[in-house]
């Protein structure tokens, strides 16, 4: 079948569609329908079943005879480790730390927040969660304690599963002393903790309070997998918004097994047993999908890979790693391949190794720029798929779907919409505009199985941020178009949140930290283009009436308050004093205008500036830092 018999199958019938597609999950109690409206625009997939994550992604390959298969290979360049479990000893491992989690009280339904580095405990951990029932909220390592205690106190769980560390080049990362930090300051105490201990790096247990991961296991009755309904929330992962509080995410149990299985062969392109690879993080959606769950449901080995695209140990680590595992297909971001290519341009690491396993590459994460994708294809010599989605839908919502037929690849457009999603470009009426003509991208509801069905306790900010500026239709905060052949291009971003190498962040979240700054009276944070990590953070400052400290004193300040209050993953390094800040007359913040300024693309002046003088100001300062160049 052609994508578009596919894709035109479920627009004719989407229930009987993903009804289909639900066959190959193994079900406690079969859905007796697809779709559950609960009115009010939202909606509920395969809600009336009962299932469990684990038993899926586990316990049912062992269970046909398949238990000897690598599940998981660890490969750690940082700590020169490499190790393969097998889907057996998956199920042995997982089946008793959930045992022990509910030795300790943890049941159904109760949050556990994960705070792991990249090593195959993490996913043992989620697991661990899923199969009891248990809610994870998995906490990527770049981010500090303040920002780990904001989601304790959002996702108030019970208990949390940390290592010891983390390991970036040239540093070992103190998870237990930014962990101390996050519960002595949030609200919400969790009943314990359990810390899986690194050789790097031993931390001090508080008695009482803090668990081996090792010791509080012994003696512990293995847990079977709890069947939980279809809606049950699998998962709440926190995502930037435009302030600084962030969005948790919820996946609904049934809707995630059935769509994370379908992608695997339609778009991924494997088949049970092969090895695919997402070099990314489980702290993200994509950690979440396809390092985790999606291969693991699907049967296939996944990669758990510690290290970085460059400098662990050289620029041919991605190859090493494919050459070596027999990967199939691999999945990176853009700013990966960008650094790559920095290194290697004529790719001498590429014609190192043999890489005749691989078929398809996936990017994803950020737009990818036609110049990276060019050179993968050049130095890959297989297709390179650019696909668009986000935390909220979970998988692709634009695509290649490389498993039921190869389309033309349209560099600058990551494809066409994936089945289940009813891509509409509107105009600020929310009326559907031609091709070509840009607009917001919005998606007529209800959104497929595994989308977010819901923000984790704050239904009328998922209303306001995702469903009411245009009724009928999910508002994916992304402004673009699509051309006579329904390709999707997506061209920007419709809020203030930016995207700096792969990871998405909130300059509100920013600004919140720099106005905390005793010397700032008013700041704005922009994302200016960057040519490796796609944007980066650029912060203005106005100081207080009367400050005549040295401007560096204060941007070094400010720098170290954002990592110290986000975290390294912000890269938040630059930041100007500026006397005033360009504004509207009604005093709302120019930050677009700024942003092209910086930029050096074109900009008209806004009808409703304030003072037009001020943009003037902002180019020369923005000179002294090298952007503005015109
Ligand atoms: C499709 C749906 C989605 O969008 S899901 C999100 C998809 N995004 C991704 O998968 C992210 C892709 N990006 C990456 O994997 C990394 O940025 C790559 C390309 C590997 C580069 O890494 P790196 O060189 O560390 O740069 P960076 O900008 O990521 O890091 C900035 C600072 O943060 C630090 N950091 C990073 N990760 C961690 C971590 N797990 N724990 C602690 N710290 C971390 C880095 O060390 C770096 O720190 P520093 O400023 O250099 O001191």
Known sequence: MSYKDVYQGWKNDPEGFWMEAAQAIDWDQAPSKALFDKGDNLYEWFAD?????CWNAVDRHVEAGRGEQTAIIYDSPITH?????????????????????RAKGIEKGDRVIIYMPMIPEALEAMLACARLGAVHSVVFGGFAANELAVRIDDAKPKAIIAASCGLEPGRVVHYKPLLDGAIELSAHKPDFTVIFQREQEVAHLEEGRDFNWHGFQYGVEPAECVPVEGNHPAYILYTSGTTGQPKGVIRHTA???????????????????????????????????????????????TIVFEGKPVGTPDAGTFWRVISEHNVKSFFTAPTAFRAVKREDPTGEYVKKYDLSCLKQVYLAGERADPDTIVWAQDQLKVPVVDHWWQTETGWAIAANPIGIEELPTKLGSPTVPMPGYDVTILDDAGHPVEPGTLGAIAIKLPLPPGTLPNLWNAEDRFKKSYLNSFPGYYETGDAGMMDEDGYVYIMARTDDVINVAGHRLSTGAMEEVLAGHPDVAECAVIGVADSLKGQMPVGFLCLNAGVDRDHGDVVKEVVKLVREKIGPVAAFKLAIV?????KTRSGKILRGTMVSIADGTDWKMPATIDDPAILDEITEALQTIGYAKG
């Open 49 to 53: 079943a009962k299932v469990n994550t």
């Open 81 to 101: 480790t490499k190790r393969a479990i097998s889907y057996i000893e998956l199920r042995n491992r997982v089946a008793s730390l959930a045992g022990a989690l």
């Open 255 to 301: 809707g995630q097994l059935v769509a994370l299985n379908w992608t695997m062969k339609n778009l991924y392109n494997v088949d049970p047993g092969d090895v695919f690879w997402a070099a990314s993080d489980v702290g993200w959606v994509v950690g979440h999908s396809y390092i985790c769950y999606g291969p693991l449901i699907h049967g296939n080995t």
């Open 578 to 582: 500026v006397d005033r800040l360009p």
